[in-house]
């Protein structure tokens, strides 16, 4: 099992550093989210996993799969509000990235 | 091992978030800056969770999971504040 857990961490924090250089490299707000919003919490998630493979608990295998299914809710839902109030605040960056399907005549 | 293996996840993620800090710095709009400071708080969850991994000490896995929790609210709050940031453009 400790070799699962090594594994699992070392993916994870590979999968960290993935979307740190995707912040860091790509053009635009929109496709920074489409790095940061999903390797992110994989990559904290992949750490939780290899926590619980790491313990033989199941009381700790079921905080981590706690901690998991939290990052997986409110990481998307932090994405979509920071996406959805800059396209409806007109605050993007100029023309890199296209958006056409998006009815700015609805604010809810 | 698991303390070699929890070494390189120390520099890997410490890289990362170096690297997120000259984002945060750089960033062209303040959304960049907030999905910066999502992306440091997602990081030291995994910075936490992998020093939990290398001590055995379960504790830092519930800091890790309040620490998940929390870092909504501060992205929520500062979208609330590009929002209103509308008006002044």
Redesign the interface.
Known sequence: M??I??VL??I???F??L???G??RFPD?FT??HA?AKA??L??GL??L??AA??A?P??AV??A??IV??MI??P??AH??AR??V??????PNITSIKNIDNSRRH | MIQIATDISFGLLGLGMLLTLIRIVRGPTLGDRILGLETLSILSIGLIGSYAARSGLTLYVDIAISLALLSLLPTAALVRYLASARAVK
């Open positions: 400790t070799i857990a090594v961490v070392l994870g924090s590979a960290g550093l979307a740190a250089l912040l860091l707000l920074r989210l940061t992110g919490p990559g904290a750490i939780f290899g926590i790491g313990s608990d009381l700790v905080r981590c706690l901690g939290f990052l409110l990481s839902i932090s509000l920071l109030t800059t409806r605040a007109g605050l993007s960056a």
